[in-house]
């Protein structure tokens, strides 16, 4: 309903219409229903262009009330130019209490990470999605993919596995690194690290991936099975470091490498702002 | 005892449509039986239809009526409009034919192409060139060409890698176009005691001789193709 | 014993020209039948209905298959004829691009109907991959090779390694040597005639070739105009050729 109180002044409550809001709920709806499956949608014009988070921004968009609390991080933090327009955004649009803290937020919009704290049951997480379809690189052919699917035939991404390890001696996949949904669906996790692949198994928070210029809308319910594809002979690894972060010590987060100076100077520092900061 | 072959009414025609679907006939009523042991010469001018008769028994031509039938499995089978399958099992495991000319199949070794109508049959294939090899022997070809393909042989050769196709399996029946068309003294002589084997074994062969010291080595009863009917004396 | 292929009134048109009208015949296991004919005679057009590549008009295709027992090849779901493709079935086309992934190793070529249906341990793949390198007469040290890097006899020998691996019962074949240098063809006739007999492989095989037909079918059928106008045992077919256009093509033969 428009509410002239609000912020957005002209806009709808957080910015869409509520027929579009009614659809991309009914998409989401699906999605979850039938996990790991790519719901398509008809997804809107967003005020900034595919590639900036679109579908995550439609998805939450959807989902989001004044109860809510809402927190968004780009490749884990929260301080992003990109991370803050888009919460800046919700707070507009939507009226909504925003954080930097994991455990505050009930809706957290992410692009390429999954938080290092653990998500507990009642939060929600979106992902912002840019190639929805795993076997895209495989199978150009959309009517040949969605068979692919339909029919879980899945040879092919296999087939691009092998190849991998014979190529490069390993898997060389480090980021959107194919998942196995329920046992029944092969999902792009989006470009997340696979470092974060078994926090989506058996999560206890539900996950929404949108895709805007695909218009695709995929979903993992809470506690569902999320297995990362792999060989018996060549088990799914996740990276490690030799190093700790170099400002709170953390052995256990996906550290990033930062150059700090013209001579080549490297430290390792949290991807995450949040955890990081809540070690200091 | 049993016959092995039963010929009756055979009757066959080549129709040449290219020339106004000109017909010649070619085997009337053609009539013979063959039995275990027993050697049949078909005799007859050239022309007569000996190669056609031969090549009809084997099922390589298409009679037009009558019938053949032949002892295989205990059974009798009816080789005339027989389904390929039926009569592929006959030539399989029951009927040897050896052509005037061998079909050469590019690549393979002679002592395969020896080999193949035993591994056919489920001999083991290190057994199969066993029994490959000590045929050739016998028939004189050279061990240091068992190992090459038979497209460069000579005339006599391919002919002797030919007969020993068709006697590396114990056939009860063995038809024999020609067997010692190119071949020497020594080779045919070779050649007629490994047939004349066969027949002391049991085996019923039908046979066309050119040679008539060939034919009279081996022939137990002529036929006559120039004539209709059955066939006609008893060569002792 | 039951054939492993019945099919009766095979028929099918694009649109006013008929391809291929009222074919019927029965495969027996381990039987090789080859479809002779010129261009145009209809039949690729045949061996796609065959393959459930083509929906006919009208006709049926019954395969004996061992998945699903006897079922109606057209009647069949999508699903189950893409897994009796990639599991009984294999087909051979013409030209390899079209049977293989140019883009992946001779391996995962290879390799890609284990993983199909399950098998998931990389050295066990890689290991029987590389035995069939060996069976096809490719130096197994062009395991990771893509077949980009291979010369077209190699890359037609790779094609058929990639669908015996799951040692399927009945081959489609669409002249497998057509466009091959003549020794490179002798090759591959001489591998598909041992692998047929090894594995007692049931196949159909469409050429123009009557001497591919000879090496390696047991029964040919002719086919002009759509229609088979001959069929029987290959040499008797060959060597007595009934109807005005067997007696054409064999007699067109040039010799060498």
């Known amino acids: 309903m428009p509410d002239s109180n609000s912020q957005a002044g002209a806009y709808n409550y957080a910015y869409l219409d509520e027929q579009t809001k009614r659809m991309i709920r009914r998409a989401i709806l699906k999605a979850v229903a039938v996990p790991g499956y790519q719901v398509p949608f008809g997804g809107r014009e967003m005020p900034l262009p595919y590639g900036w988070g679109t579908g995550g921004i439609q998805v939450t968009a959807a989902i989001i009330g004044r109860d809510d609390t809402l927190k968004v991080i780009d490749q884990g933090a929260d301080d992003t130019t990109n991370a803050v327009s888009i919460r800046h955004f919700f707070a507009k649009v939507a009226d909504v209490a925003t954080t930097t803290s994991t455990e505050q937020a009930t809706i957290i919009q992410t692009r390429h990470r999954v938080p290092e704290t653990p998500l507990r049951e009642g939060q929600i997480i979106v992902f912002q999605v840019p190639i929805p379809e795993p076997l895209r690189m495989l199978e150009p052919r959309e009517t040949e993919t969605r068979t692919l699917h339909a029919l879980a035939e899945y040879g092919v991404m296999q087939v691009s596995l092998y190849e991998s390890i014979a190529r490069h001696g390993r898997i060389a996949k480090t980021y959107n690194y194919p998942v196995m949904v329920n046992g029944r669906y092969i999902m792009s996790p989006s470009p997340i690290p696979k470092f974060d692949n078994p926090k989506l198994d058996r999560s206890p928070a539900l996950q929404l991936y949108g895709a805007g210029r695909e218009k695709r809308i995929y979903a993992v319910p809470p506690y569902t099975p999320v297995k990362s594809l792999d060989f018996d002979d060549h088990p799914f690894e996740v990276e490690r470091w030799d190093e700790c972060c170099a400002l709170c010590g953390s052995r256990e987060s996906f550290l990033d490498e930062v150059i700090v100076d013209d001579a080549g100077q490297r430290m390792f520092v949290c991807s995450d702002t949040d955890w990081c900061e809540r070690r200091r | ?236 | 014993m039951k054939p492993i292929l019945s099919v009766r009134g095979l028929t099918k048109s694009f649109g006013r020209r008929v391809a291929c009208r009222d074919v019927a015949f029965e495969l027996w296991p381990g039987e090789v039948l080859g479809i002779v004919g010129e261009s145009g005679s209809g039949k690729t057009t045949l061996l796609n209905c065959l393959a459930g590549r083509l929906t006919p008009d009208a006709g049926s295709v019954d395969y004996d298959s061992a998945a699903y027992g006897p079922i109606d090849v057209h009647g069949l779901s999508e699903a189950r004829r893409r897994f009796l493709s990639r599991t009984e079935w294999g087909f051979v086309n013409q030209d390899a691009r079209d049977g293989l992934r140019m883009g992946v190793s001779a391996g995962a070529n290879i390799g890609e109907r284990l993983m199909a249906v399950g098998a998931r341990h990389y050295g066990e793949i890689r290991h029987t991959a590389s035995e069939w390198l060996g069976r096809v007469e490719i130096e197994q040290d062009r395991l990771d090779d893509r077949p980009t890097t291979y010369s077209g006899g190699m890359r037609q020998r790779l094609q058929i390694a990639r669908n015996l691996v799951s040692n399927p019962r009945l081959v489609f074949m669409d002249e497998p040597t057509g466009g091959l240098d003549v020794s490179v063809q002798a090759r591959i006739l001489d591998l598909l005639r041992s692998l047929v007999q090894t594995l007692h492989l049931s196949a159909v095989l469409v050429t123009h070739d009557l001497g591919v037909a000879r090496l390696l079918t047991h029964r040919l059928m002719v086919m002009q105009g759509g229609r088979v106008v001959e069929d029987g045992l290959t040499d008797q077919v060959l060597d007595d050729p009934q109807h005005a256009y067997t007696q054409m093509l064999v007699a067109s033969i040039l010799p060498v």
């Open chain 2, 1 to 236: 005892m049993l016959p092995a072959l039963c010929v009756s009414g055979l009757t066959k025609s080549f129709v040449i449509h290219a020339q106004g679907d000109l017909a010649l006939p070619v085997l009337r009523d053609v009539a013979l039986t063959v039995s275990p042991g027993e050697c049949l010469a078909l005799v007859g001018p050239s022309g007569a239809g000996k190669s056609t008769l031969l090549r009809s028994l084997y099922g390589n031509y298409r009679a037009d009526t009558g019938s053949i039938r032949i002892r295989h499995d205990g059974h009798w089978v009816e080789l005339v409009r027989a389904e390929p399958r039926r009569v592929l099992d006959v030539r399989r495991r029951t009927m040897g034919f050896v052509s005037q000319f061998l079909r050469v199949i590019p690549r393979v070794p002679a002592v395969d192409v020896v080999a193949e109508p035993a591994v056919r049959l489920g001999v083991g294939a290190d057994d199969a060139r066993r029994r490959a090899e000590s045929l050739l022997e016998v028939l004189g070809i050279p061990a240091k060409l068992w190992s090459l393909p038979p497209a460069t042989f000579s005339g006599g050769e391919q002919q002797r890698i030919n007969i020993a196709r068709s006697l590396i399996v114990d056939y009860p029946v063995l038809l024999l176009d020609e067997p010692t068309a190119s071949l020497d003294a020594d080779n045919r002589a070779g050649v007629v005691k490994l047939i004349h084997q066969r027949r002391e074994a049991g085996a019923a062969i039908v046979g066309i001789f050119h040679d008539v010291s060939v034919r009279d080595a081996l022939a137990t009863r002529i036929h006559d193709v120039a004539l209709p009917g059955t066939s006609v004396g008893v060569l002792a």
